[in-house]
């Protein structure tokens, strides 16, 4: 069964203080893993996506890479804007066909002033 | 980017009732769209995969006779809870796959629907 895990569940940083969250998987056939960004009441919006271990993509303050067993996300310099809670999923194969999207239970981050 | 819609953004419904969620893709065609729930402070849980003419599919747990889910065009689908109880209240999110990407395919999420049965 496809497992991810994020942590720490909650981050609190001052506005300017980098920082990374967590994301720990395991999954038969990764076909790609995602990061999202969700504001309360709201669906998740997509940041990036990431193939193959090695593989960084950056976004304004964010930067995500990916080995073989987890992925981070990196904040540099982050603004109140940035609080949001990060959602990380990955994409398996299912049998029979189509993909299979596993999600995590989130960090969620509040950047103060 | 691609653009998914969803309405009502809130409901507030009796015991009973039945509610109906629409999920629409705004500028692309989607052949297969999601369903998902999630919990306070919980991960968003795949509750169906819906896929345009033909009969959605199920995750284990989830009362296809409860969640009816409808996929009649390629950029709509509904779905609706009926005899909802409290329960039933949670964050319900659709999610529409571009086809356009490839099988490494985009996800794009509505805005989500609060449903609170009373």
């Known amino acids: 069964e496809d497992q991810v895990t994020q942590s720490p569940e909650a981050l609190r940083l001052q506005e300017g203080e980098s920082s990374s969250l967590n994301c720990s998987y395991t999954v038969s056939g990764l076909r790609g893993l995602f990061w999202y960004r969700q504001d309360p009441g709201k669906g998740p919006e997509f940041l990036f996506t990431l193939y193959s271990a090695g593989e960084e993509k950056e976004k304004e303050r964010l930067k995500a890479t990916l080995t073989k067993k987890e992925s981070f996300l990196h904040i540099t310099a982050p603004k109140p804007e940035d609080s949001a809670t990060y959602l990380c999923?990955?994409?398996?194969?299912?049998?029979?066909?189509?993909?299979?999207?596993?999600f995590g239970t989130g960090t969620q981050l509040k950047v103060e002033l | 980017g691609a653009v998914v819609s969803q309405h009502p953004s809130r409901v507030i419904c009796k015991s009973g009732t039945s509610v109906k969620i629409e999920c629409r893709s705004l500028d692309f065609q989607a052949t297969t769209m999601f369903w998902y729930r999630q919990f306070p402070k919980q991960s968003l849980m795949l509750m169906a995969t819906s896929n345009e003419g033909s009969k959605a599919t199920y995750e284990q747990g989830v009362e296809k006779d409860k969640f009816l889910i409808n996929h009649a065009s390629l950029t709509l689908s509904t779905l609706t809870v009926t005899s909802a109880h409290p329960e039933d209240s949670s964050f319900y999110i659709c999610s529409a796959r571009d086809p356009r990407g490839g099988w490494n395919e985009k996800l794009f999420f509505g805005s989500g629907t609060q449903l609170s049965v009373l």
């Open positions: 999923a990955v994409q398996a194969p299912l049998t029979g066909g189509g993909n299979k999207l596993t």
